[in-house]
């Protein structure tokens, strides 16, 4: 009796359990969707204003932007880890740290003064376990990050770079190719020129006319296409998080459902053994009596 009483505590708390993993299987489900819907329109319009930024940083003009240049040394960069603030969602924080860590050795065996940067809660209880002291740290990005947010992040960014203070900035985050697939990656946001010519295959040339001048559009223009940039990282990394995260419930439901069933046929087998015992016992008190 006892043994089936145990299998039945176990029962039920399984049950509990497949009850939470369902329920936050539906919520990042929910999520995902309108996370999906924020990065689709974000991108089509960041991969535009990227295309833009690159036939002019390639066009003969007399006028530069400082973000489309180059610093003649790189002695101190910066690298951004883009992590969730929340558990619960597979490898997805793995895969990104383990790709930050040896973006971040790789910097500093350059000789490099590397700045890091975590956003996450799980990003930052890792760096402080493998032993590594991030410089800035922020948890205030959820998954529905606003442009808001980004903006002050991108704004510190571009004038520290324009005043030489960082000659590089890498982002290291899960970029969302589809709902199916999604990758860790690291990118270099700037300088912005060395991004966009990796992104652009066309070799066709474009003759621009600028008015008011060419300065006033690109002065305006560059700083737009990196803040849209960088947001699109910040997006990617939200939406990838849900799906991970819609994955590893499911994958835990589905658990939970198989140990419900093998659970359910052990309790059936103690409590047959169980009653077959008592029916022995009767059996046996009535020949004696005889």
């Keep these: 009796m006892a ?35 924020r990065a689709a329109e974000a991108a089509a319009y960041t991969r535009k204003i990227s295309e833009l930024v690159a036939d002019l940083s390639q066009a003969n003009l007399e006028f530069h932007h400082p973000l489309l240049e180059k610093h003649e040394t ?30 971040y050795q790789e ?12 956003s996450g809660k799980r990003g ?8 590594v002291t991030a410089d800035n740290s922020y948890t205030h990005f959820e998954d529905r990050p606003t442009f808001e947010e980004v903006d002050d992040l991108a704004s510190r960014y571009i004038t520290e770079y324009i005043e030489g203070k960082i000659d590089r900035l890498d982002v290291a985050y899960t970029e969302f190719i589809s709902s199916s697939r999604q990758a860790a990656v690291v990118h ?58 819609m994955v590893a419930m499911k994958g835990a439901t589905e658990n939970a459902n198989e140990m419900v069933g093998t ?6 087998r103690a409590r047959q053994t169980q009653i077959t015992s008592e029916i022995l016992e009767i059996i046996g008190g009535a020949a004696a009596l005889e």
């Design 263 to 268: 659970l359910s046929a052990q309790y059936n």
């Design 124 to 131: 930052i209880s890792f760096l402080k376990f493998q032993g």
């Design 74 to 103: 790189e002695k101190n960069s910066v690298l951004l880890v883009l992590t969730s603030n929340r558990g619960l969602c597979g490898g997805y924080n793995t895969g990104v740290l383990k790709l930050a860590l040896k973006r």
């Design 107 to 118: 910097l500093q065996s350059e000789g490099q003064n590397v700045r890091l940067e975590v």
């Design 188 to 245: 270099s946001l700037l300088p912005i020129g060395a991004l966009e010519t990796s992104e652009t295959d066309s070799d066709e040339q474009y003759d621009y006319e600028f008015l008011p001048s060419a300065q006033e559009i690109l002065e305006e223009i560059v700083p737009t296409a990196f803040k849209a940039r960088l947001f699109k990282c910040f997006l990617d990394a939200a939406v990838s998080e849900q799906i991970a995260r």
């Design 3 to 37: 043994k089936a009483r145990a299998i039945v505590k176990r029962l039920k708390a399984v049950k509990n359990i497949r009850k939470i993993t369902r329920t936050m299987e539906l919520i990042a489900t929910a999520r995902f969707k309108k996370a999906m819907d």
